[in-house]
């Protein structure tokens, strides 16, 4: 694979986010590492972007940075962006620990997946994968 292939990094996306769907729809009951793949499926998918753009890469787990990055290059990104982005950020970091929070609900689950899927299906519209 090469790093600066966006294709590449969608076909990590879609790894990250297949194996977030397998999980859910096969009831395994580990809603944060679901909520965690969803996020590194975007965040991959944001990445895919600003390769795509010829952006350098930022260093964050962090969707509505990569946002801002990707934004002059991309008309499109709105305040829906933004939102999608909130659902699946602190599945980035925090879910990965054990905290007070506890598990992400199923709720919390269906919304990582249409997340991830809606960056999923916004970069291969623009990278046409």
């Known amino acids: 694979m090469n790093p600066n292939n966006p294709s590449d990094w969608l076909l990590k996306a879609d790894r990250d986010f297949g194996l977030a769907s397998h999980a859910h729809k096969h009831a ?4 944060d ?4 793949h969803c996020q590194q499926a ?3 998918c944001l990445k895919a972007l600003a390769i795509h753009f010829g952006l350098p890469l930022r260093r964050t787990h962090d969707l509505e940075n990569l946002l801002d990055l990707l934004a002059p290059s991309e008309p499109s990104i709105a305040a829906p962006f933004y939102d999608q982005a909130r659902i699946l950020n602190d599945y980035g970091i925090l879910i990965r620990y054990p905290g007070p929070s506890g ?9 990582a997946l249409a997340a991830a899927l809606f960056f999923r299906d916004f970069a291969g519209k623009i990278i046409g994968a």
Do not use: G, Q
């Not at 395994?28 to 809603?31: F, G, N, Q, T, V």
């Not at 590492?33 to 965690?36: F, P, V």
């Open 28 to 31: 395994l009951e580990c809603p």
């Open 103 to 111: 598990d992400p609900s199923e709720n919390d689950v269906l919304e």
């Open 33 to 36: 590492l679901i909520c965690y």
């Open 42 to 44: 975007a965040e991959k």
